[in-house]
């Protein structure tokens, strides 16, 4: 299995809080990925990594922020999480994009906001 | 916009039975992606498919993908109740020339095979 670690794997928050998600990873890969999970929605990109402090925004980055400091570690925040921001967070890695290969998941984040 | 949808989203099967789900989108990609999910697990990579033509089989599952149809399919053979999940298909979504890119996901096919 993929060496990557997601924590927390469970998380209960109030709303206007501050929430941090870690995934780290011991592969060395250079991609890096967070997506949400929901249901009737499948799982859509919030923020990804393409290196140590290059990051951009995916498809739902709205209220969401990402750091990667170190090639291991990719932290996705919520600056005051929100009643539409429960759901199951997943950390992903990829090695290249080219060639065969493919993304390898962590175990995910369920995240409640009440 | 890069469009991935499956169907169908729901599939009842009975186990012996054949079907297969259906993966279109609307890039020019010329690779794709399967990945499995159990309930509360994680996705599991399945098969990665390279080119136009690709055929890869592991057990009871078999891939395939038509890029110029812009279509893969996941066919499954005498259904038993083990394959009981939900399956997601992915496409490349490159960006920049190629030095960045992420995977965009179908909604998913939830598969229940029942006896």
């Given at each position: 299995d993929a060496g990557i670690t997601q924590?927390?794997?469970?998380?209960?928050?109030?709303?206007?809080?501050?929430?941090?998600?870690?995934c780290h990873q011991t592969e060395n890969h250079r991609y890096m990925y967070w997506y949400r999970q929901d249901p009737g929605h499948g799982l859509r990109l919030i923020h990804y990594s393409y290196g140590v402090k290059d990051t951009d925004k995916g498809?739902?980055?709205?209220?969401?922020?990402?750091?990667?400091?170190?090639?291991?570690?990719?932290?996705?925040?919520?600056?005051?999480?929100?009643?539409?921001?429960?759901?199951?967070?997943?950390c992903a890695i990829r090695d290249r994009l080219f060639g065969n290969t493919e993304a390898f998941f962590g175990q995910g984040t369920r995240l409640t906001v009440v | 916009e890069l469009k991935v949808e499956q169907n169908p989203l729901f599939l009842s099967m009975q186990e012996g039975k054949n079907?297969?789900?259906?993966?279109?989108?609307?890039t020019t990609s010329d690779r794709l992606y399967w990945y499995r999910q159990d309930p509360g697990k994680s996705l599991e990579s399945l098969f990665v498919l390279l080119s136009n033509g690709a055929v890869k089989q592991e057990g009871r599952l078999m891939a395939s993908l038509d890029t110029k149809a812009r279509l893969s399919t996941l066919h499954i053979?005498?259904?038993?109740?083990?394959?009981?999940?939900?399956?997601?298909?992915?496409?490349?979504?490159?960006?920049?020339?190629g030095s960045q890119g992420n995977l965009i996901f179908g909604k998913g096919?939830?598969?229940?095979?029942?006896?």
């Open positions: 924590s927390p794997r469970h998380k209960v928050t109030e709303t206007g809080t501050p929430v941090t998600l870690r498809e739902v980055s709205d209220g969401y922020s990402v750091s990667r400091s170190k090639t291991e570690d990719f932290l996705l925040t919520l600056e005051s999480a929100t009643s539409s921001q429960t759901s199951v967070y997943f | 079907y297969t789900i259906y993966c279109n989108y609307s053979t005498a259904a038993v109740h083990d394959l009981s999940a939900t399956y997601f298909c992915a496409v490349d979504n490159l960006l920049r020339g096919t939830k598969l229940s095979v029942k006896p």
